[in-house]
Nanobody, 125 residues
Framework: QVQPIESGGGLVQAGNSLRLSCTDS????????VAWFRKAPGKEREFVAA?????????SYSDFVKGRFTISRDNSKTTVYLQMNSLKPEDTAVYYC?????????????????WGQGTQVTVSS
């Protein structure tokens, strides 16, 4: 029933912006923590950002995206966004949306139960 779907990836030049979307129709989506992780070629998957339930909206970010990326929810309660500004070539990766089993919004990927298939973000220099 919980199946997040990512969209919005693409190819951009360094310094430009991109907005990713994570959508899930499950009624529990608004009550759970939602995170973005990414996996660059040849590297381990790493935490990017997370947000708590819709009615609390607490956010957390990896140090390498603070001040550049913003995670948010919309009023429909079905979508979580990742606004990515000032993109760098090192941001190139497959970005995954992950949904926690409860209201967890930390960095540990094993505490997120449901995962999307990913969307490719490529930043050229």
């Amino acid at each position: 029933q919980v199946q997040p779907i990512e969209s919005g990836g693409g190819l951009v030049q360094a310094g430009n912006s991109l907005r990713l979307s994570c959508t899930d129709s499950a009624r529990t989506f608004a009550s759970t923590g939602v995170a973005w992780f990414r996996k660059a070629p040849g590297k381990e998957r790493e935490f990017v950002a997370a947000i708590s339930s819709w009615n609390t909206g607490i956010t957390s970010y990896s140090d390498f995206v603070k001040g550049r990326f913003t995670i948010s929810r919309d009023n429909s309660k079905t979508t979580v966004y990742l606004q990515m500004n000032s993109l760098k070539p090192e941001d190139t990766a497959v970005y995954y949306c992950a949904v926690a089993n409860g209201n967890y919004y930390g960095t540990l990927e094993n505490l997120y139960r449901y995962w999307g298939q990913g969307t490719q973000v490529t930043v050229s220099s």
